[in-house]
Protein backbone atom coordinates (compact mmCIF):
# COMPACT_ATOMS: atom_id res chain seq x y z
CA UNK A 1 0.00 0.00 0.00
CA UNK A 2 1.62 3.50 -0.53
CA UNK A 3 2.11 5.17 2.34
CA UNK A 4 1.50 9.46 2.35
CA UNK A 5 3.34 11.99 3.60
CA UNK A 6 1.46 15.26 4.84
CA UNK A 7 2.68 17.97 7.55
CA UNK A 8 1.19 17.75 11.19
CA UNK A 9 -0.19 21.60 10.78
CA UNK A 10 -0.96 24.56 8.75
CA UNK A 11 -2.86 27.73 9.46
CA UNK A 12 -4.60 29.70 7.15
CA UNK A 13 -6.14 33.08 7.17
CA UNK A 14 -9.90 33.10 6.76
CA UNK A 15 -10.83 34.21 3.03
CA UNK A 16 -7.53 33.17 1.65
CA UNK A 17 -6.57 29.97 0.02
CA UNK A 18 -5.55 26.60 1.88
CA UNK A 19 -2.97 24.69 0.04
CA UNK A 20 -2.31 21.26 1.65
CA UNK A 21 0.34 19.17 0.15
CA UNK A 22 0.86 15.27 0.28
CA UNK A 23 3.74 13.13 -0.91
CA UNK A 24 2.88 9.82 -2.36
CA UNK A 25 6.25 8.77 -3.68
CA UNK A 26 5.55 5.12 -3.87
CA UNK A 27 2.10 5.43 -5.27
CA UNK A 28 1.44 3.12 -8.65
CA UNK A 29 -0.06 3.72 -11.60
CA UNK A 30 -3.48 3.01 -10.94
CA UNK A 31 -3.75 3.85 -7.79
CA UNK A 32 -5.95 6.93 -6.88
CA UNK A 33 -5.28 9.97 -4.31
CA UNK A 34 -8.49 10.83 -2.24
CA UNK A 35 -8.64 13.36 0.54
CA UNK A 36 -10.79 13.27 3.36
CA UNK A 37 -11.71 15.65 6.35
CA UNK A 38 -12.39 14.91 10.20
CA UNK A 39 -14.09 17.81 12.16
CA UNK A 40 -13.53 16.87 15.70
CA UNK A 41 -15.77 14.66 16.92
CA UNK A 42 -17.75 14.01 13.41
CA UNK A 43 -16.94 10.77 10.92
CA UNK A 44 -14.62 11.58 8.31
CA UNK A 45 -16.34 13.84 5.09
CA UNK A 46 -14.88 12.63 1.70
CA UNK A 47 -12.97 15.85 -0.20
CA UNK A 48 -12.22 14.81 -3.70
CA UNK A 49 -10.15 12.33 -5.35
CA UNK A 50 -8.15 11.69 -8.59
CA UNK A 51 -5.45 9.37 -10.33
CA UNK A 52 -3.29 11.38 -12.62
CA UNK A 53 -5.59 15.18 -13.85
CA UNK A 54 -6.65 17.66 -11.86
CA UNK A 55 -9.71 17.45 -10.52
CA UNK A 56 -12.47 20.02 -8.94
CA UNK A 57 -15.55 19.82 -7.59
CA UNK A 58 -17.65 22.49 -5.06
CA UNK A 59 -15.11 21.67 -1.82
CA UNK A 60 -11.71 21.94 -3.22
CA UNK A 61 -9.57 21.75 -5.82
CA UNK A 62 -6.74 18.52 -6.56
CA UNK A 63 -3.87 19.18 -8.36
CA UNK A 64 -1.56 16.03 -9.00
CA UNK A 65 1.81 16.55 -10.05
CA UNK A 66 3.01 14.86 -13.70
CA UNK A 67 4.96 12.08 -12.00
CA UNK A 68 2.10 11.47 -9.47
CA UNK A 69 4.72 11.35 -6.47
CA UNK A 70 3.02 14.51 -4.79
CA UNK A 71 -0.87 16.12 -4.73
CA UNK A 72 -1.60 19.29 -3.66
CA UNK A 73 -5.74 20.31 -1.95
CA UNK A 74 -6.71 23.47 -2.34
CA UNK A 75 -9.68 25.25 -0.69
CA UNK A 76 -10.02 28.46 -2.52
CA UNK A 77 -11.82 30.20 0.06
CA UNK A 78 -11.28 29.39 3.70
CA UNK A 79 -13.91 29.41 6.35
CA UNK A 80 -13.95 29.04 9.71
CA UNK A 81 -15.60 26.10 9.23
CA UNK A 82 -12.60 24.52 7.37
CA UNK A 83 -11.34 23.82 10.23
CA UNK A 84 -10.79 20.15 10.55
CA UNK A 85 -7.78 17.79 10.00
CA UNK A 86 -7.07 16.73 6.20
CA UNK A 87 -6.50 13.34 5.41
CA UNK A 88 -4.48 12.36 2.09
CA UNK A 89 -4.94 8.52 1.52
CA UNK A 90 -4.04 5.93 -1.36
CA UNK A 91 -6.49 3.28 -0.51
CA UNK A 92 -5.30 -0.50 -0.02
CA UNK A 93 -6.34 -2.90 -2.69
CA UNK A 94 -8.91 -3.88 -0.71
CA UNK A 95 -10.00 -0.89 -1.01
CA UNK A 96 -9.59 -0.22 2.26
CA UNK A 97 -7.86 3.19 3.96
CA UNK A 98 -5.01 4.08 6.44
CA UNK A 99 -5.21 7.63 8.29
CA UNK A 100 -2.56 8.57 9.32
CA UNK A 101 -2.00 12.05 11.27
CA UNK A 102 -2.99 13.92 8.62
CA UNK A 103 -2.61 17.79 8.64
CA UNK A 104 -4.90 20.02 11.25
CA UNK A 105 -5.79 22.84 9.26
CA UNK A 106 -6.41 25.88 11.81
CA UNK A 107 -8.07 28.94 9.65
CA UNK A 108 -7.91 32.12 11.35
CA UNK A 109 -10.25 34.87 11.73
CA UNK B 1 -26.35 11.39 -2.27
CA UNK B 2 -24.14 8.56 -0.73
CA UNK B 3 -25.47 8.98 2.74
CA UNK B 4 -24.37 6.65 6.03
CA UNK B 5 -26.31 7.00 8.76
CA UNK B 6 -25.14 5.56 12.20
CA UNK B 7 -27.10 4.34 15.24
CA UNK B 8 -26.98 5.08 18.23
CA UNK B 9 -24.75 8.37 17.97
CA UNK B 10 -23.71 7.58 21.67
CA UNK B 11 -24.11 5.01 24.11
CA UNK B 12 -23.55 4.03 27.85
CA UNK B 13 -23.27 0.71 29.01
CA UNK B 14 -22.36 -1.48 32.15
CA UNK B 15 -18.94 -3.32 32.07
CA UNK B 16 -20.20 -6.54 30.87
CA UNK B 17 -23.30 -5.69 29.07
CA UNK B 18 -23.13 -6.12 25.20
CA UNK B 19 -23.84 -3.08 22.62
CA UNK B 20 -25.29 -3.08 18.99
CA UNK B 21 -24.13 -0.53 16.88
CA UNK B 22 -25.87 -0.12 13.59
CA UNK B 23 -24.75 1.51 10.41
CA UNK B 24 -26.94 1.85 7.09
CA UNK B 25 -26.32 3.26 3.76
CA UNK B 26 -29.26 5.44 3.06
CA UNK B 27 -29.85 5.97 -0.59
CA UNK B 28 -27.90 3.65 -2.29
CA UNK B 29 -26.81 -0.42 -1.86
CA UNK B 30 -22.88 -1.22 -0.07
CA UNK B 31 -21.59 -4.37 -0.77
CA UNK B 32 -18.43 -3.84 1.26
CA UNK B 33 -18.85 -1.63 4.41
CA UNK B 34 -15.80 -1.29 6.82
CA UNK B 35 -15.70 -0.54 10.90
CA UNK B 36 -12.97 1.96 12.21
CA UNK B 37 -12.37 3.21 15.87
CA UNK B 38 -11.07 6.07 16.91
CA UNK B 39 -9.55 6.99 20.58
CA UNK B 40 -9.13 10.29 21.93
CA UNK B 41 -5.95 12.41 20.22
CA UNK B 42 -5.40 9.24 17.54
CA UNK B 43 -6.70 8.79 14.18
CA UNK B 44 -9.05 6.15 13.11
CA UNK B 45 -8.06 2.50 13.05
CA UNK B 46 -9.54 0.10 10.92
CA UNK B 47 -11.49 -2.74 12.50
CA UNK B 48 -12.69 -4.92 9.69
CA UNK B 49 -14.39 -4.98 6.68
CA UNK B 50 -17.86 -6.24 6.16
CA UNK B 51 -19.36 -7.96 2.91
CA UNK B 52 -22.64 -8.20 3.01
CA UNK B 53 -23.54 -12.39 2.70
CA UNK B 54 -20.18 -13.27 4.19
CA UNK B 55 -17.80 -13.75 7.13
CA UNK B 56 -16.13 -9.79 7.81
CA UNK B 57 -12.37 -9.98 7.85
CA UNK B 58 -10.81 -8.38 10.78
CA UNK B 59 -7.88 -6.50 10.83
CA UNK B 60 -4.85 -7.79 13.32
CA UNK B 61 -5.32 -7.40 16.85
CA UNK B 62 -9.00 -7.03 16.51
CA UNK B 63 -10.81 -10.27 18.31
CA UNK B 64 -13.21 -11.78 16.13
CA UNK B 65 -15.32 -12.85 19.06
CA UNK B 66 -15.46 -10.01 20.59
CA UNK B 67 -16.60 -7.38 17.90
CA UNK B 68 -19.33 -9.40 15.95
CA UNK B 69 -20.13 -7.65 12.42
CA UNK B 70 -22.94 -8.88 10.73
CA UNK B 71 -23.37 -7.20 7.18
CA UNK B 72 -27.11 -9.38 6.09
CA UNK B 73 -28.20 -6.75 3.76
CA UNK B 74 -26.88 -4.43 1.12
CA UNK B 75 -28.07 -1.57 3.27
CA UNK B 76 -27.05 -2.45 6.91
CA UNK B 77 -23.83 -3.71 8.83
CA UNK B 78 -23.79 -4.31 12.78
CA UNK B 79 -21.02 -4.42 14.88
CA UNK B 80 -22.06 -5.52 18.46
CA UNK B 81 -19.38 -5.18 21.17
CA UNK B 82 -19.62 -8.38 23.54
CA UNK B 83 -18.90 -8.62 27.15
CA UNK B 84 -17.89 -4.41 27.24
CA UNK B 85 -15.45 -3.15 29.34
CA UNK B 86 -13.62 -0.08 29.88
CA UNK B 87 -11.25 -0.34 27.60
CA UNK B 88 -13.52 -0.42 24.71
CA UNK B 89 -14.46 3.05 25.36
CA UNK B 90 -14.09 4.70 21.96
CA UNK B 91 -15.34 6.50 18.82
CA UNK B 92 -16.55 3.67 16.56
CA UNK B 93 -17.22 4.89 12.84
CA UNK B 94 -18.31 3.00 9.98
CA UNK B 95 -18.00 3.69 6.40
CA UNK B 96 -19.53 2.13 3.14
CA UNK B 97 -18.32 1.93 -0.45
CA UNK B 98 -20.34 3.57 -3.50
CA UNK B 99 -19.62 2.11 -5.97
CA UNK B 100 -20.31 4.49 -9.02
CA UNK B 101 -17.77 6.16 -7.85
CA UNK B 102 -15.42 3.84 -5.98
CA UNK B 103 -15.90 6.29 -2.61
CA UNK B 104 -15.60 5.26 1.07
CA UNK B 105 -18.16 7.72 2.40
CA UNK B 106 -18.32 7.55 6.98
CA UNK B 107 -21.25 7.28 9.15
CA UNK B 108 -21.15 10.25 12.07
CA UNK B 109 -20.12 8.22 14.08
CA UNK B 110 -20.93 5.95 17.72
CA UNK B 111 -19.77 7.19 20.93
CA UNK B 112 -19.01 4.29 23.42
CA UNK B 113 -18.89 4.70 26.89
CA UNK B 114 -17.96 2.00 29.21
CA UNK B 115 -18.86 2.01 32.90
Known amino acids: DAKTTQPPSMDCAEGRAANLPCNHS???????VYWYRQIHSQGPQYIIHGLKNNETNEMASLIITEDRKSSTLILPHATLRDTAVYYCIVPGSARQLTFGSGTQLTVLP | GAVVSQHPSWVICKSGTSVKIECRSL??????MFWYRQFPKQSLMLMATSNEGSKATYEQGVEKDKFLINHASLTLSTLTVTSAHPEDSSFYIC???????????FGPGTRLTVL
Open chain 2, 27 to 32: DFQATT
Open chain 2, 95 to 105: SAIYKPTDTQY
Open chain 1, 26 to 32: TISGNEY
